[in-house]
Every structure is written in structure tokens, then in C-alpha cells.
């Protein structure tokens, strides 16, 4: 049997510009590819021995065994559901919880609000775990299903244990022929650790795979991840890449990248997060910068972002040029907040309901709940990036993620409700697809949200919220409120603020809102262009009809969700920040030429 052909003709491709992000009218699959295998090999029956690997990074609190039954679990663990699963053949998934959420194989036995939840801490053992995990799958691919490289006990030693071994870790290191784990003293090079026992564990498994019945010559790797989870995937690429020799192989199999699929990428790590607090930054300990950046190794690259997602503490970091030309990317923006798009609101959480009918809501019957489900925003850019990973020839299946409710009710988590697609229609015909920042995709929310502030209780999602939901959506109003009348009373005129605003934002000049300047003591807390969006917001046209329904009905107000934690101070009016590749926010950034870039 001859080798595989090394490369399939791409399809032609336009590089998304920087700065401006399109909506979506469907599946973005245009210039997404499939490279075919690279090398050919046989076992002793003439079949080629490849393997693949699905690696799910979930966002932040969320873990499918606590949000499945509650009909709240993400879009990532939807599509780890529809990954392929046959060991036997060399398909291999694993699935990483969320940080904050417990995670016995790393050694978190219980959740971490605070420290995992507020600050991100979690994360590097997730990644360590992932890059673990394809040791073992290499493994696996030559000894067997049931032979893996490194043992449960032994990848729990090595992601929590650090030069001095806790006493029940020390023969599991041992096994491996190591002293220590990855965990590193404040005088280490965290680094120079990881890439010294990574070098060590490499260098062990080659020489296992000499006597193996069976080598694979060749892994796929697909990597899918959803706020901190799409911020663990992409440095997971990063470190992985620095694991491989020249040639591109870790142990003499050649590692492929084939698939990132990310939704709404948040770092908000360590000491730059601030909840009480107009900074904003993130990208400390394991999330620096440029390691969130996207590895040369990526072949396709697809990141959905949020166009209304309000608070601070959760800026972008959008997909920059890539370091390697050959990289596909594809960015996209969806309506609604950080999980109306990625996924992890429950059926009627923060009185979202959709379109639902009176009987649907009564959520007495699994029926119901599987009909509120398939009415999420987060359904449709889950479904386009199952579209997009099968364009690219990743190994999933909707029908794989369909279980069985009831004797007579099956649950497909990839339904959309023609509801929501007719929702989804008429919001793209009103606004259009046409690429721009967000900040821009976000002002017609707010123009709608001035619009009902001093009616807001009368909305149906106040209506149908939760007693505690209720609460906190009306006392996030009268903030904006609070904040809108501090703006009118101590700010600029109205001309003299969106002159300022458009000056900023549309004229080349960088956002930092870690250098604030109040032109006013009153307005401290609040984000430098509040004033201008603020005017921008009033002098805008009247929200359709339409367009106020779908917001209402259709969008969840995720400032209001964050109410119980700490209110942000910064309030509403403000533009969400980005990241592009480096640690300055910004709303925008331009050339004087009027070219946007990263």
C-alpha cells in the first residue's frame, strides 16, 4: 500500500480583517480544509495506523456532570458528545471541567469558587492534563485500548506534585522515573520545568514504542474550548508545539493540530482580575500572552465571540494574524453574552424564554425542557461549529450525542427550534452581517436597554425570572440608571461626548482602561468612554419592534447574572475590551491609512 498524498488542493481563502468581526448567516465553513495524512504506515494487517484526539476545555464553573440533567450543560460538552469514541479503532476524547469545578484526575477534589471561579487558578493543571492525555493516546494506539502510558494515580502526581512529591505521589512518580511534578517553587522556571519533564516523559515513550506490536506514525489533535476552556485550548496548542522536535513529532509520531474551535476566548487570569475595579487585564501565570496566541501548528482555527456580552471582567481576546500563513481562520459574532454563545444557561434562567408557549413553560415533563433548550441562542453557533469541524473532517456525529429522556422522548442537543431560527433571521436581516467591531454590534443593545430603563420591570424576562433572578435584574437596571443620571448631570454635552467617543474609538487611538482619566471625582468608576456611548446611545434610531422583542426575549442579561458575586462598578455603558495578542485592552486599534489590525 502507498503512502497517503501528503496535502489536499485548499480551497481559496480571505483571512478575516482585524479590528471588525461578521455575523453569521450560516456555517462559516468557507476556506476551512482538510489536510489529508501526511505519512502512511501499517500494522501487521496493511491498514495505516493514525489516531485521533478530541480535547474539550470547558468555561469557567461549568462541568457536565452537574449541568447535564439541568438541561445547562455547554456547547463543548455537546460536541464532545458527538466526537467519535472507538478506542479500538484510535479515536480518543477527553473531557476537562470547566476550572472552579472539581477535577479528581488533577487532584481538585472539591469546587473553587473564589480561586478557581474568580481568578482562573486551575487552568495550567487542565492543560497539563490535556497535554497528558496525548501521551496516552499515542499509547494506546500502539499497546491497545486498555494499555495506557501513564496510569490515573500518575497523571494526578505530575499535574499537583511539584519538587518535593506529596508522600502518597512519590511511587507514582517513581514509575516514570521522575522525582517531581510540574508544580513549580517561586524561584523555578515554570517553563523550563514543564519542557525539561516533558522532554524526559517524550524520550520514555519512544523508547516504549520501539516494542510495540503496532507504532502509529501519525495523531490528529482537535481541541475544542468555551471563556477559560477556549483560553486553556489555545495555550494548550502553544505548549504542545513546543513539546515537538523539528520535524513536527513527539516520541517519532508526527502531531497535527487539524481542529481549534473556540467560543467567546477569556483569559481573566491571576492578579489583573479586579472585580471591584475599572482595570481590566488577565493574563498572568498560565495565560500569558503569548502563549494565547495561535500556535503555528493550528490548520483551522474558528472563534465565535459575543456581541452583547456587558461586563468588564470578561474582555476578548480575538484570534490575531497567525503565525503561520498556511492557518485557516475564521472569526465570527454571535448575538446575545459570553454563554449565548458558548453555552451553560438552563432553560428560563434569568426569565429568557424564547418563544415558548405557555405550556413549555410550565416545565413540569422533560418535553418542556428539551423544547426551552432548543430555543438557546447557543444553538446555533453550536451548530455551526459542528458544521465547521465536519468541514474539516473531524470525527463527529450529532447522532452520537442523541440519548434517550423517556420510553418515548429522545434528546438531541443540536435541535434548534424554527423559532429561533426565524429569530436568528430577523435579527441578521435587521442588522445585517456586514464585519465590524464589536463595541458596534453591541450599541443596538443598549440603545434598546435606554429605551426600557424606566419601564424595565415590565419586560418578560423580569416577569418570568426567578424571585432571586428578579431581583437582581432590577437592582442591575437601577444601576444603569444610577450611572446613566451621573452622566447626564457630571458629563460632557452631548455633542462634546460623542465628539470624544468618536475621536477614541473610530480615529486610530488605543482604549486602556487600566489609564483612566475622569474629566469629573463623580464619575470615577465608570470606563473613559461612558460618556460618549452614552450619547451615541441616545442619538441612535429607535430599536425596531423586532429587534426590542429579540433582544427581550431572546438574549440574557449577563451583567444582572453576575449580581450576587460583585456588581461590577463600571456599569453598562462601556465598549467590552479586546486583547490582540498582547496585554493592551482595546475597543479598536487602526492605522492612520484607516486599515484595521491586530
Not at 502507498?2 to 479590528?19: C, L, M, N, T
Not at 462559516?28 to 482538510?34: A, E, N, R, S, V
Not at 493514525?50 to 468555561?59: E, I
Not at 476537562?96 to 474568580?118: D, Q, Y
Request: contains cysteine; neutral net charge.
Amino acid at each position: 500500500m502507498s503512502d497517503i498524498a501528503s496535502e489536499d488542493k485548499r480551497p481559496a481563502y480571505e483571512p478575516p480583517v482585524q479590528g471588525v468581526v461578521p455575523a453569521a448567516s450560516q456555517a462559516p465553513t468557507d476556506g476551512l480544509y482538510w489536510q489529508s495524512w501526511k505519512k502512511g504506515t501499517h500494522d501487521p494487517r496493511g491498514c495505516p495506523l493514525q489516531a485521533n484526539l478530541g480535547l474539550f476545555f470547558d468555561g469557567t464553573g461549568n462541568s457536565e456532570k452537574q449541568d447535564r440533567d439541568k438541561f445547562k450543560h455547554t456547547n463543548v460538552v455537546r460536541l464532545w458528545d458527538a466526537y467519535r469514541k472507538e478506542p479500538e479503532h484510535g479515536y480518543y476524547h477527553t473531557y476537562i471541567p470547566g476550572v472552579g469545578t472539581p477535577l479528581p484526575e488533577i487532584g481538585e477534589m472539591e469546587a473553587s469558587p473564589k480561586f478557581g471561579g474568580g481568578m482562573g487558578y486551575g487552568g495550567e493543571e487542565r492543560i497539563l492534563y490535556g497535554l497528558l492525555t496525548v501521551f496516552n493516546a499515542i499509547h494506546l494506539r500502539a499497546y491497545g485500548p486498555d494499555q495506557p502510558f501513564l496510569t490515573t494515580d500518575q497523571i494526578r502526581a505530575l499535574c499537583r506534585s511539584g519538587p518535593v512529591p506529596y508522600k502518597e505521589d512519590e511511587s507514582s512518580l517513581y514509575g516514570v522515573g521522575l522525582g517531581r511534578g510540574f508544580q513549580t517553587t517561586i524561584i523555578e522556571d515554570r517553563t523550563t520545568v514543564r519542557r525539561n519533564l516533558f522532554r524526559i516523559l517524550s524520550a520514555l515513550l519512544q523508547t516504549k514504542l520501539e516494542h510495540a506490536p503496532s507504532k502509529p506514525v501519525e495523531l490528529a489533535i482537535d481541541v475544542f474550548g468555551f471563556s477559560r476552556g477556549a483560553t486553556q485550548a489555545r495555550v494548550f496548542c502553544t505548549w504542545l508545539q513546543a513539546m515537538l522536535n523539528a520535524q513536527g513529532e513527539l516520541a517519532g509520531v508526527l502531531i497535527r493540530l487539524r481542529f481549534l474551535g473556540i467560543f467567546d476566548t477569556v483569559a481573566s487570569v491571576g492578579k489583573g482580575v479586579v472585580l471591584n475595579s475599572d482595570e481590566t487585564d488577565g493574563h498572568d501565570n498560565w495565560a500569558e500572552v503569548a502563549d494565547v496566541r495561535i500556535a503555528a501548528l493550528v490548520e483551522n482555527c474558528v472563534h465565535f465571540v459575543a456581541m452583547h456580552e456587558p461586563r468588564k471582567n470578561f474582555p476578548l481576546d480575538l484570534v490575531s494574524t497567525p503565525v503561520n500563513p498556511k492557518t485557516r481562520l475564521v472569526q465570527c459574532a454571535y448575538p446575545g453574552s459570553h454563554s449565548d454563545v458558548g453555552g451553560g444557561y438552563r432553560p428560563r434562567e434569568l426569565g429568557i424564554i424564547g418563544d415558548a408557549t405557555a405550556d413549555e413553560l410550565k416545565l413540569e415533563h422533560p418535553a418542556h425542557w428539551q423544547a426551552l433548550d432548543a430555543m438557546k441562542l447557543s444553538q446555533v453557533p453550536l451548530n455551526h461549529m459542528l458544521e465547521c469541524a465536519m468541514r474539516c473532517q473531524v470525527a463527529v456525529d450529532r447522532q452520537l450525542a442523541v440519548r434517550q429522556l423517556s420510553e418515548t422522548i429522545r434528546d438531541d442537543p443540536f435541535t434548534i427550534d424554527p423559532r429561533l431560527q426565524q429569530a436568528y433571521d430577523s435579527f441578521l436581516q435587521l442588522q445585517g452581517t456586514r464585519a465590524r467591531p464589536v463595541w458596534e454590534w453591541h450599541l443596538p443593545y443598549l440603545r434598546w436597554r435606554w429605551e426600557w430603563r424606566m419601564h424595565y420591570e415590565d419586560l418578560s424576562q423580569v416577569a418570568y425570572a426567578s424571585p432571586d433572578e428578579r431581583k437582581w435584574l432590577l437592582a442591575a437596571n437601577q444601576k444603569l440608571v444610577y450611572d446613566t443620571g451621573r452622566l447626564k448631570h457630571f458629563g460632557k454635552t452631548d455633542i462634546a461626548a460623542r465628539e470624544a467617543f468618536r475621536r477614541r474609538v473610530l480615529h486610530w487611538s488605543r482604549a486602556k482602561t487600566h489609564d483612566q482619566e475622569q474629566n469629573d471625582e463623580q464619575l470615577k468608576g465608570l470606563d473613559r468612554e461612558a460618556e460618549g456611548v452614552l450619547a451615541e446611545v441616545e442619538n441612535a434610531v429607535e430599536s425596531p419592534s423586532a429587534l426590542s422583542r429579540f433582544f427581550g426575549r431572546y438574549v440574557h442579561d449577563s451583567y444582572a447574572g453576575f449580581w450576587p458575586s460583585v456588581p461590577e462598578i463600571t456599569g453598562y455603558w462601556r465598549c467590552r475590551k479586546g486583547f490582540y495578542g498582547s496585554k493592551d485592552a482595546t475597543i479598536v486599534q487602526r492605522h492612520k491609512d484607516g486599515q484595521q489590525v491586530a
